[in-house]
């Protein structure tokens, strides 16, 4: 057995009378800092021996892993073969992770991670971006991917979605939004979707206009126009260059109200075009820019 000649000093070694570093306990130690968690008996006394990686474990949390389902927003390269991808989750809210090795041609992710796809995922947590553990697809919405109406409201759908989305934090509401309107462009492709849908998505993050009396006056006989950036409608005296038909006003007001399945019906209508063209143009009001998929559908046409 092992004798101590002094007693535990104040940095966890154990000391000789002269208050010095006990030879033998210098030998069993190692060196005077390796503080090696283990429990001695010296004496019929139990001492806590404690390492600096035990101090350390304060700081170093475990590493969470956790599953969620989400829609593929956007992708960016990340070195050779890595790419960040941006994801809207139905728990986890707006999703930053990476995903090794998934350029390489043997990568096991394939295209299950690419734009336009529902996942399910497993993922480490980060402290900047989580890593992607595994990924299985749920649904890849083909019909929507080889028809190019569809494939732009669909990418003016999932940029609007990325830009308004917060990192971390739950949305579960956003997230059923958005799965159902890709489900919806999928089978049917309405001509009011990509309208609704954005009136819709502002309403849920908090951007709502008034719809039911003037901003400027507060008058509700007349319903003349529409002006994002002022707060909502306006009447006939002001109005000025921003009119609108009383159709398009009611679209919207119905499109905030969540009334998606009536407004959808609508087809073959000037206030189609009218309604889109205002949704984007307070889209990009809150923003401060347009969307890139709307510039490059500009750019093409």
Known sequence: MIAATGGLRADGCFSNGAGALDPTWAAFAGYRHSRVPCLL??????????????????????????????????????????????????????????VKGVRKTKSRFGSRLEPLSLVSLLCWKGRELDVVSQAETIELFRETREDLDRLYKANVILEATEQVAQDGYPDPELFRLVVRVLRVLESDNPQMLLGSFIWKLLSLQGYRPQMTVCVVCGSGSSRAGFDFAAGGMLCDEHSGGKRSSPEALDVISRSLD??????????????VSETEVLALQALEVVLERSLRSVRSSIIRH
């Open 258 to 271: 969540g009334q998606l399945a009536q407004v959808l019906r609508i087809e073959n209508s000037p206030v």
């Open 41 to 98: 008996r010296c004496h019929g006394a139990v001492f806590g021996l404690y390492s600096d990686v035990s101090a350390r474990g304060e700081d170093q949390k475990a590493v969470t892993l956790y599953r969620d389902s989400a829609v593929v927003l956007r992708t960016w390269k990340l070195g050779e073969s890595d790419r960040i991808v941006s994801m809207l989750g139905e728990n986890s809210g707006k999703i930053r992770a990476v």
